[in-house]
C-alpha cells in the first residue's frame, strides 16, 4: 500500500474504531416522522467533522503526490495502484448504486478515461466532497452512497467516509 492510501486508510481505521466502540448512534437522526426511508435523490447531503477530516486527509494527500510528481519523482505505477472500471462498478454496487450512478462516478473518478481509478484519482474524488466542491453533482453522487451504505440521514459520518474509502483499499488489491 502506497503512503497515499496509506495515510487516509489509518484515519479512516482510527475513526472507524473510535464510532465503533462509541457509547452512542449519531446524533442526527431522521427529521419528522423517523422513517428509515433514504433522503430524497435531491437532498443536499454533508460531512460531519469526522468526515470533513478525512475529505481533507484526501485532498492533501493528492497534493502531496502532485507535488512529488512535479519534483521529477517517477509516479507510482502498476496494478496494485488503480481500480479496474468494473472492479469499481462491483465496489459502487456494494453500497447500492444504479447502473446510471455506476456510470456517473466511474466516468467521474477516471479523470485521464483510461479504464481504471488511480490512488491519485480516487482520493481527488474524495477530496472534492468538502467545501464548495460537495455540492457539485458528482460530489453529491458520491456522499449519497456513502450516506446510503450507513445510516441515510442525509450526513456522511466518519464511519461511512471510512467505509467507502476501505472498500476502495480492498478493491485495489483485487486482480483487474
Known amino acids: 500500500m502506497t ?12 475513526l472507524f474504531n473510535a464510532s465503533s466502540s462509541g457509547s452512542a448512534k449519531p446524533s ?3 427529521r419528522g416522522s423517523g422513517s428509515t426511508d433514504l433522503p430524497e435523490p435531491s ?19 493528492v497534493s ?5 510528481a512535479m519534483a521529477g519523482r517517477s509516479a507510482l ?7 479496474s472500471a468494473e472492479n469499481f462498478g462491483e465496489l459502487l454496487t456494494r453500497f447500492g448504486a444504479t447502473e446510471a450512478q455506476k456510470e456517473q462516478l466511474t466516468a467521474g473518478f477516471d479523470a485521464n478515461h483510461d479504464g481504471k481509478i488511480s490512488q491519485d484519482e480516487f482520493m481527488k474524488g474524495l477530496g472534492d466532497t468538502s ?20 445510516n441515510a440521514n442525509g450526513v456522511v459520518d466518519g464511519k461511512e467516509f471510512a467505509k467507502f474509502s476501505m472498500a ?5 488489491r483485487r486482480p483487474a
Not at 437532498?43 to 494527500?61: D, F, H, M, Y
Not at 502531496?64 to 512529488?68: E, H, K, N, P, Y
Not at 505505477?77 to 481500480?83: P, T
Open 77 to 83: 505505477a502498476g496494478s496494485g495502484n488503480s481500480v
Open 168 to 172: 476502495f483499499v480492498a478493491a485495489e
Open 43 to 61: 437532498a443536499q447531503i454533508t460531512l460531519s467533522k469526522e468526515a470533513e477530516a478525512l475529505s481533507g486527509v484526501a485532498s492533501q494527500s
Open 28 to 30: 442526527a437522526s431522521g
Open 131 to 150: 467545501g464548495a466542491k460537495g455540492s457539485s453533482e458528482l460530489s453529491q453522487a458520491i456522499l449519497q452512497l456513502m450516506d446510503q451504505g450507513g
Open 64 to 68: 502531496t503526490s502532485s507535488a512529488r
Open 3 to 14: 503512503p497515499l492510501i496509506s495515510g487516509l486508510a489509518s484515519v479512516a481505521s482510527l
